[in-house]
């Protein structure tokens, strides 16, 4: 940590991770909607404020920033979730054969 702070890297690091944890997020709303559909949405929710809440709980600047990141991430993806749904019913994604859309008739 001190290394990145006396180096200016902190801000560095932090635009890294961002784009990772987000970049981790777009695979996982394909998933959760493909399995679950959108029933998991509050599982986003709780991700988000458990992130939250340990993200004023820590300390450390980095895994704090990085906390939030996450949190925010996972609170996009209550969003996300929903819009996969209509990306599936458009046809652009595939279809779960095991489940049952809200939008069949």
């Known amino acids: 940590m001190d290394f990145l702070s006396d180096n200016n890297l902190l801000g560095l690091a932090i635009g890294l991770c961002t784009f990772l944890i987000i970049g981790m997020f777009h695979p996982i709303v394909i998933k959760c909607e493909y399995h679950f559909g959108t029933a998991c949405w509050w599982w986003f929710l709780l991700l988000g404020l458990a992130c939250i809440a340990l993200s004023v709980w820590v300390g450390n600047v ?3 920033a990085l906390l939030g990141v996450t949190a925010f991430s996972s609170f996009w993806s209550i969003l996300e979730i ?3 749904q209509e990306r599936v019913r458009k046809g652009w994604f595939p279809r779960n054969p095991k ?3 809200p939008f069949d008739k």
Do not use: A, G, V
Request: charged share 35%.
């Open 99 to 101: 489940r049952k859309y």
């Open 62 to 64: 980095l895994l704090s």
């Open 82 to 84: 929903f819009e996969q």
